[in-house]
C-alpha cells in the first residue's frame, strides 16, 4: 500500500515535500516513482528511483527543482519539490514499479502500485 501525504496550496515560488509511506516487504525494495496528473491532461511522470536508492532520473519539466529520496528504512519516499509554478498544480501520486534489476524508470508501464495522490496547488 502506498499513501501519500503533504499537499496543499502554496504560492509560487514556494516548496513543498511530499511523502509516500511504503507498506508491504516487497514494495520497500521497489523502485519508485512520482507521477502527477492535471485536469484534463495525460499522467506525466516526475521522478525516478532505482531499488537501491542510489539512481534518480528526472522529468524534463522538474529537473532542478523536484528532489526524490528515500530514508534508510525504506518505508518512506519523498518529493522535495522547490521554485514551485502555477503549471505544477496537479494531483500528485507516488507508484512502486517492477523493472529489470530494480533500475529507476520513467515509463509509466513499469509501474504496477499506485497511492491514492495527493492535491498540489500553486497559486501566482
Known amino acids: 500500500q502506498l499513501v501519500e501525504s503533504g499537499g496543499g496550496l502554496v504560492q509560487a515560488g514556494g516548496s513543498l515535500r511530499l511523502s509516500c509511506e511504503v507498506s508491504?516487504?516487497?514494495?520497500?525494495?521497489?523502485?519508485m516513482g512520482w507521477f502527477r496528473q492535471a485536469p484534463g491532461k495525460e499522467r506525466e511522470f516526475l521522478a525516478g528511483?532505482?531499488?537501491?536508492?542510489?539512481?534518480?532520473t528526472y522529468g524534463d519539466s522538474v529537473k532542478g527543482r523536484f528532489t526524490i529520496s528515500r530514508d534508510s528504512v525504506k518505508t518512506t519516499v519523498y518529493l522535495q519539490m522547490n521554485s514551485l509554478k502555477p503549471e505544477d498544480t496537479a494531483v500528485y501520486y507516488c507508484?512502486?514499479?517492477?523493472?529489470?534489476?530494480?533500475?529507476?524508470?520513467?515509463?509509466?508501464?513499469?509501474?504496477?502500485?499506485w497511492g491514492q495522490g495527493t492535491q498540489v496547488t500553486v497559486s501566482s
Open positions: 507508484a512502486a514499479g517492477e523493472t529489470p534489476f530494480g533500475s529507476a524508470s520513467r515509463d509509466v508501464s513499469d509501474y504496477m502500485n
Open positions: 508491504g516487504r516487497t514494495m520497500r525494495v521497489s523502485p
Open positions: 528511483l532505482d531499488r537501491s536508492g542510489n539512481t534518480t
